[in-house]
């Protein structure tokens, strides 16, 4: 009978099922110098378990500290932004200037054009005055 249950317990086992004391039972089980014969493959697996759980690291391991650069990427980022800025609004009033110095630059342009327009009536304006003039005198 107790055979049938501890070949009950090795399949519960190996299906990942069985309960904490059924495990304890087979490492026990397993312990005992008579086991049957037909189940003493299992017996070094559970005795390793066994040592194993026992076995304890009495080492140093040795940790390598890490540097905190979080501050210094902090900054470095905030500088960035500064920089970014500061040029940024360099850069834009640049463009601003350039484009008001177009636009001046257009409105001269024409002007002068109109200006150009305005002299020649001006001319035929002097040739009626002069010719009014020479009308005036002869009267």
Known sequence: MELDKIEKMLEKYFEATSSVAEEQALREYFARQEVAPHLQQYGPMFGYFSAAKNERFTGEVPLKTRKNYTKWLSVAAVAVLVFGIYFGKQYQEQQQAQYAYHQTKEALRLLAVNLD????KVAYLNE???TKQKIYNND
């Open 117 to 120: 327009r305005g002299t020649e």
């Open 128 to 130: 009626f005055e002069t």
